[in-house]
């Protein structure tokens, strides 16, 4: 004749820790998910109100009057080593896309939306960041902020 005595069940703990995990691993996958999106789709609108930057997490408006344009420039961050970002503060850095809050060698704060680092419209500001944007033509994205600033 056999007896058995079955474990006193353990508390909820190990069942809310599986569930924590589990939440944490989908909010993980759903942000990378945005990101590999938002690589593709961020826009770099100009109009006469500013500069609009959408489709990523650290997108924004911008007002004409605080982009420092006569200072912009395209660069080439694979040889023009001031303007590379060098430390990411606050952003992600996936490989072909860097995006957020970043350093550049200069010391500089800049913002950050970089995919191609060979294409690259580098426009301070006068608020104490710079931003750099990929777009096939950055020179093309400058004349566009000069026509809507006037010459601000």
Same mark, same amino acid.
């Given at each position: 004749?056999?007896?058995?005595?079955?474990?006193?069940? !353990?508390?909820?703990? &190990? $069942?809310? /820790?599986?569930?924590?995990?589990?939440?944490?691993?989908? #909010?993980?996958?759903a942000l990378f @998910?945005?990101?590999?999106?938002?690589?593709?789709?961020?826009?770099?609108?100009?109009s006469s109100d500013?500069?609009?930057?959408?489709?990523?997490?650290?997108?924004?408006?911008?007002?004409?009057?605080?982009?420092?344009? !006569?200072?912009?420039? &395209? $660069?080439? /961050?694979?040889?023009?080593?001031?303007?590379?970002?060098? #430390?990411?503060?606050?952003?992600? @850095?996936?490989?072909?896309?860097?995006?957020?809050?970043?350093?550049?060698?200069?010391?500089?704060?800049?913002?950050?939306?970089?995919?191609?680092?060979?294409?690259?419209?580098?426009?301070?500001?006068?608020?104490?960041?710079?931003?750099?944007?990929? $777009?096939?033509?950055?020179?093309?994205?400058?004349?566009?902020?000069?026509?809507?600033?006037?010459?601000?």
């Amino acid at each position: 004749m056999k007896t058995s005595f079955p474990i006193i069940p !353990a508390s909820n703990g &190990p $069942v809310w /820790l599986f569930v924590g995990m589990c939440v944490f691993s989908l #909010a993980l996958i759903a942000l990378f @998910g945005y990101l590999a999106f938002s690589s593709r789709h961020v826009v770099f609108d100009v109009s006469s109100d500013g500069l609009h930057i959408r489709g990523d997490m650290y997108g924004r408006r911008i007002p004409l009057s605080a982009l420092d344009i !006569a200072q912009a420039k &395209p $660069v080439d /961050l694979t040889r023009d080593r001031e303007f590379q970002l060098v #430390a990411r503060t606050n952003g992600s @850095g996936l490989p072909g896309y860097r995006s957020g809050w970043f350093r550049l060698r200069k010391g500089e704060k800049c913002l950050a939306f970089v995919t191609d680092p060979q294409h690259v419209l580098y426009v301070p500001t006068r608020e104490g960041f710079s931003v750099a944007m990929s $777009v096939s033509e950055p020179e093309a994205l400058l004349e566009e902020l000069r026509k809507a600033s006037g010459g601000l």
